[in-house]
């Protein structure tokens, strides 16, 4: 009988114990494209069309080497500098009143009115924020403390600690880093209001 008591007894216990419950470690949440963070045809005003090329940044700079190969090439030195630092992906994408601004240099207005968006993917936040630093396309935030006329840095212009913001009509840009990516949007001959919609567009898709 003893025996018996003892097995009951142990079928008991082993039913009644508590056990760890094992949960699958949560799949993290992947970086969205730099094709699907720069703007988009609805984040911008209805007068502005896209420009051919805008895409992944191999894209729009092939396109830009038939309209206008020296700023090709100067944006492909800029695009190979930025993999250099650790970039894995980019896009642009361009929107203008008119053709010639399509293939007019960042920062250059003329008389057309034009939004671009750069958005760059990094291996990690350390090299973008480095990259960020160092200079994108060619724009370079001011070094701390120093004061130029037109230019907010910081947590001020809305877009985190590692932003600058430059405002010189008819030109405006903002240049900041987000987690891995360094985004950039210039505006030309473009009211205040559209050129901040767009950074608002841009910014919290960047994960």
């Known amino acids: ?12 216990a082993c039913q ?5 419950v094992f949960s699958p470690a949560p799949t993290p949440t992947p ?34 080497r038939t309209a206008a190969p020296d700023l090709a090439t100067r944006d492909a030195n ?3 500098e930025l993999q250099s ?22 920062g250059t207005a003329g008389n057309a009115k034009s939004l671009t968006s750069l958005v760059v993917e990094f291996q990690d936040e350390g090299a973008a924020d480095r990259a960020w630093q160092s200079g994108v396309f060619g724009f370079t935030p001011t070094p701390v403390g120093e004061v130029i006329d037109g230019m907010t840095r910081g947590t ?7 932003s600058f ?10 240049c900041w880093r987000r987690s891995v990516f ?6 030309g001959n473009v009211d205040a209001g559209a050129f901040k919609a767009a950074t608002a567009a841009v910014d919290p898709r960047l994960n």
């Open 31 to 64: 970086h969205v494209a730099p094709t699907a963070a720069i703007l988009q045809p609805a984040d911008v005003p209805a007068a502005l069309h896209v420009c051919l090329g805008s895409g992944p940044i191999d894209v729009y700079i092939s396109v830009l």
């Open 78 to 80: 800029y695009w190979t």
């Open 1 to 12: 009988m003893l025996p018996v008591l003892v097995g009951v007894m142990l079928v008991a």
């Open 182 to 187: 360094v985004a950039l949007v210039v505006a």
């Open 165 to 174: 913001v430059y405002t010189r009509p008819p030109v405006a840009l903002a």
């Open 156 to 162: 001020s212009t809305g877009l985190g600690l590692s």
């Open 85 to 106: 630092a650790g970039a894995i992906s980019g896009a642009i994408s361009v929107y203008a009143s008119n053709g010639a601004a399509c293939n007019a240099e960042l």
């Open 16 to 20: 009644n114990g508590t056990h760890a």
